[in-house]
């Protein structure tokens, strides 16, 4: 798997978008929109926005959006809807769903943007809910707020009915990258690059999860094509090692599944190296860091969905130790295999093949028989 490039494509197609310059110091809490109308102004800090995910919070007025999967949901009535951001790095897309209605919304490099969302809204209460599609290593984002009708009213949606908690750590293939591609992959745009419809998202939605996917690109336990390796940025904010540590006691997980390998194989194949002789440790360390801080979590040790977890002698021989000597101390430890694997990085089609492989064994599972009245 190659490393992704960082350009920016040009972004004069976006969909139902206009972007103007302006910040959330420039409007008082009513304004006009650039058809005319007042509109009023709710701040990222207003409480009855809800956060999901691993996000920096540093700044209440403009939280970081970072991880994909990360999520922001206020339900509102009225006609009018309006995203701002009060800056982002790289490349950002989100999924934003109004009632049953989707659009596809980028924020791009810099900023200050406000950006005009155009779905046909009507009179009446709406939820909105804003899905980061596209993994953190390609970019970030500072949320500032939404603006809405002027004299709009705004709530907090009702909590979710989840069943239970999942956190996903891992690569690409975790991370739905390329999976909206054609048949080549590409890194310039990452529009095509959606979590929404990653295995690890699907699986979740299958259990009624709340959903965590922290997972870089290109990443690897011994060796990838980014600087970073898994132990340096799994319990990280962000997806660098001097980040600041993440409050993982504020978000115990249920259950974490964790699949790395891909590019550990990958890499030194292409640079015509030997495999990582430190792997097996590595790996062995990583999940053992992960137990530290989630002492009742069960752990999942997944490989496969692309060349290497599936045909590669020396992953798969290496991987099989790493299971070995987990489940031999842990007994809230198991490992599962895919059968359905990709040459490309997977898309939609092959992410909903590995979710319902996974789905299947998990339901069949012990250690998630809690959740299944719940």
Known sequence: MMQPAKTFAALGYLLGLSLLAGGPGTLAAEAVSSHGAAVQFVPASDARFRYEGRIDFTDPAAPVIIWQGSRISLDFDGPQLALRFAGATDQNFFNVQVD??????????????????????????????????????????????????????????????YKLRMEFFGDSIMAGACNEDGITDQWEDRRTHNNALSYTALTAAAFSADYRCTAVSGMGVSMGYVDVKAGQVWDRLYPKSDAPRAALAAWLPDVVLVNFGENDDSFPRVHQQPFPAD????????????????????????????????????????????????????????????????????????????????????????????????
């Open 100 to 161: 049953e209605a989707t659009a596809v919304v980028a924020a791009p490099a810099g900023g200050p943007h406000r950006i005009e969302v155009s779905l046909a809204l009507t009179p009446g209460r709406h939820r909105l809910r804003i899905f980061k599609r596209t993994e953190a290593e390609a970019g970030t984002a500072r949320f500032a707020g939404v603006e809405i009708a002027a004299g709009a009213q705004a709530w907090t949606p009702p909590a979710a009915s």
């Open 279 to 374: 792997y097996v440790a590595r790996y062995v360390a990583l999940v053992q860091a992960m137990r530290v801080a989630y002492p009742r979590t069960h752990l999942v040790l997944l490989r496969g969905g692309m060349f290497g977890g599936a045909k590669s002698e020396h992953l798969i021989a290496a991987w099989n130790e790493v299971v070995k000597q987990l489940e031999t101390a842990d007994p809230q430890i198991s490992h599962f295999v895919f059968t359905h694997w990709s040459e490309t990085h997977p898309r939609v089609s092959d992410d909903r093949a590995l979710a319902d492989e996974l789905v299947a064994w998990l339901k069949a599972q012990d250690f998630m028989r809690p959740y299944a009245g719940k």
